[in-house]
T-cell receptor, first 116, second 115 residues
Framework: AQKVTQAQTEISVVEKEDVTLDCVYE???????LFWYKQPPSGELVFLIR??????QNEISGRYSWNFQKSTSSFNFTITASQVVDSAVYFC?????????????FGQGTRLTINP | DSGVTQTPKHLITATGQRVTLRCSPR?????VYWYQQSLDQGLQFLIQ???????AKGNILERFSAQQFPDLHSELNLSSLELGDSALYFC??????????????FGNGTRLTVT
């Protein structure tokens, strides 16, 4: 079975602090795909990034960076110099390459609040 | 804007009633997915269609049904509604069914309130 765990239910930091959102996943598939989505207060789900299981390169996009470690089954998301506009619920998600490949399995989400 | 359109944005109805949620996928996307987001269950996969055919089923109740039409828009029908069906219902689309690397693009959701 596919499972995604986001142990941090809520995080609150002051603007300009760095913050890391943890994501741990479980799958029996050897090929799989990981995603991060953002859900701002307005409610829509916004795609942020995807990563294949065979590509362990970390990625940086502006203030966002992602650390994929297969050895620990983790796909963590770091926001550098956080801003109030980063306040949202962030979801990590997993899609298997074979079993359960049709659906995207989401973690419970981490509510991030950036205080001015 | 993801390009996925969901209507209506809000729906308030009484227990026992039936409602229909509508979704238009992004232009060119053949696959449509329905998800339910509730406070206690999080984001749950309900069902997927690809080019008019059902491809995968998740935690969808028997009171719920869906279909995808020839023009690729999809409808989710919820019947005999209960208070617990109150949730945010998302539709998502992707280009194909088998490109598992392809992200799902989500609509803004329909917020259903059952009173």
């Amino acid at each position: 079975a596919q499972k995604v765990t986001q142990a941090q239910t809520e995080i609150s930091v002051v603007e300009k602090e760095d913050v890391t959102l943890d994501c741990v996943y479980e799958t029996r598939d050897t090929t799989y795909y990981l995603f991060w989505y953002k859900q701002p207060p307005s409610g829509e789900l916004v795609f942020l990034i995807r990563r294949n299981s065979f590509d362990e390169q970390n990625e940086i996009s502006g203030r966002y960076s992602w650390n994929f470690q297969k050895s620990t089954s983790s796909f963590n998301f770091t926001i550098t110099a956080s801003q109030v506009v980063d306040s949202a619920v962030y979801f990590c998600a997993l899609r298997g390459g074979y079993q359960g490949a049709q659906k995207l399995v989401f973690g419970q989400g981490t509510r991030l609040t950036i205080n001015p | 804007d993801s390009g996925v359109t969901q209507t209506p944005k809000h729906l308030i109805t009484a227990t026992g009633q039936r409602v229909t949620l509508r979704c238009s996928p992004r232009s060119g996307d053949l696959s449509v997915y329905w998800y339910q987001q509730s406070l206690d269950q999080g984001l749950q996969f309900l069902i997927q269609y690809y080019n008019g055919e059902e491809r995968a089923k998740g935690n969808i109740l028997e009171r719920f049904s869906a279909q995808q039409f020839p023009d690729l828009h999809s409808e989710l029908n919820l019947s005999s509604l209960e208070l617990g069906d109150s949730a945010l219902y998302f539709c998502a689309s992707s280009i194909t069914s088998r490109d598992y690397n392809s992200p799902l693009h989500f609509g803004n959701g329909t917020r259903l309130t059952v009173t």
